[in-house]
């Protein structure tokens, strides 16, 4: 009895212990799990990073991850995972993934507030990299690199993808009111000409209209045309919101509406809302101003329309034809665990080869210029595609971007009222500007 009690003891000994260790291995390896997930992980030495995105849809998720793809099977080092989020949501995630330690390795990010970023230490800086790397910036049109680095010159993200405006025009219907097909109007005044002549009108009731200001943009890229620049001198760090040229332009912007009046203007509107046919495609606007890539909607929905593309009209002779873009960058956000990896991918990310594929593909203008030029003569693209594509890069010098200002980020907020105000005839557009000005010189000044 007592040998078979010190047997059972024995053996209840080795079971506790082999169940001790089986829990302490387990335990190392939920452990060993946890920690790689949250740092992006690595296994056989590949270090995987995670890219977020808001690129979800039916055609630019299949060529976004298929420029994950072909930079995974590119080399053996880094991995890049996909990773999906709504464009509402994208970015409050990231802030709080920022601020939780845990933030993603590589994201999709507005190029306007890329200083804001960094000032606020939400970005990591690029500048080790590019002392290693510093012929990089060749490669991107040079207003989008300067919209990426701060005034010292240090990148802190890589520029993506941006858009132009560019003037498109309906040459049938300029054929059948005696306009030269083959001939755009080069100025403000012609643009009115031109407009007056293509306006039909049946009664009360205009059938088709030559051109309106605010369809396809909006005031302040008439006065940036104007102006040849925005709203804010960045060297001398202070707003020039009622530039004379501005005033002008606003005041141009009104009276071109009042010749229709509010009434006119805004049942046509009615008539082609957001969710219905586009008035150019549909040959009701014989002219508009539009985003490059907005041919989409002329290539897919206007049956062939006959049309022509050009530079936005200048003010005046000798003006310039300066148009406005926005776009998108590739960054690095604060506290990545894999910082060289995600320079690497969006190094790849925003080379001529992705960003071809890109451009391609989505009709999308791309920050680098070997690659947007050699859209501009893909055998993928058709005639029409090519033509639009080539005066879309041709007309990136004459764009600029309009970076929020560290010294007043939110400064739009109080401009915008006051165009309305102008435009609705409450305020004369030098009060209104006027006014702006003062409000914004206001904030400075408070923040100081």
Known sequence: ???????????????????TFLSACAG?????????????????????????????????????????????????????????????????????????????DVIINDINAVRQRAEK????????????????????????????????????????????????????????????????????????????????????????????????????VWMINATGEGYWDYKAGK??????????????????????GDDVINAFKAEFGENQADPFVAGKLGMAVQSATSYTKIRDYGNGMNFGVAP?????????????????????????????????FIKYLTGPEAQEYWAVKNFDNVANIEAAEKAANSSVLSEADQHVYKAAVENMKDTILTPFPLEAPDY??????????ALLGQKTSKKALDDAQKAVEKLVESTK
């Open 312 to 344: 936005m009209p200048e003010m005046e002779p000798g003006n310039g034809n300066t148009s406005w873009g926005g776009g998108f960058v590739a960054e690095i956000p604060k506290g990545s665990k894999h910082k060289e990896a995600a320079y690497e």
């Open 28 to 104: 190392t390896d939920k452990t060993s799990t946890e920690t790689a997930s949250k740092s992006g992980g690595s296994k056989d030495g590949v270090v995987e990073i995670d890219f977020w995105t808001f690129w979800g849809s039916e055609i630019r998720r299949p060529i976004i991850e298929k420029i994950i793809d072909d930079f995974n099977k590119s080399q053996d080092k880094i991995h890049v995972k996909h990773t999906y989020l709504p464009f509402g949501d994208i970015w409050t995630k990231e802030l709080a993934a920022v601020a939780a330690g845990n933030p993603p």
């Open 121 to 220: 230490n939400q970005v990591e800086s690029l500048e080790e990299f590019f002392k290693k790397d510093p012929g990089l910036k060749d490669q991107y049109f040079p207003e989008l690199w300067n919209a990426v680095t701060t005034e010292e010159g240090v990148p802190f993200a890589l520029p993506f993808n941006t858009d132009t405006r560019l003037l498109f025009w309906n040459k049938d219907i300029f054929k059948e009111v005696g306009l030269d097909p083959e001939t755009p109007p080069k100025t403000w005044e012609e643009l009115k000409e031109f407009a007056r002549k293509i306006d039909q009108k049946n009664g009360n009731r205009y059938n088709r209209l030559g051109f309106l200001p605010r369809h396809g943009i909006n005031s302040d």
């Open 239 to 260: 707003p020039t919101i009622n530039d004379e040229k501005a005033v002008k332009a606003l005041e141009w912007v009104y009276d071109y509406e009042q010749h229709y």
């Open 1 to 19: 009895m007592k040998s078979f009690k010190k047997s059972f003891s024995l053996l209840l000994v080795l079971v506790l212990s082999l169940v």
């Open 412 to 421: 739009i907020n109080l401009i915008n009222p006051e165009l309305d105000q």
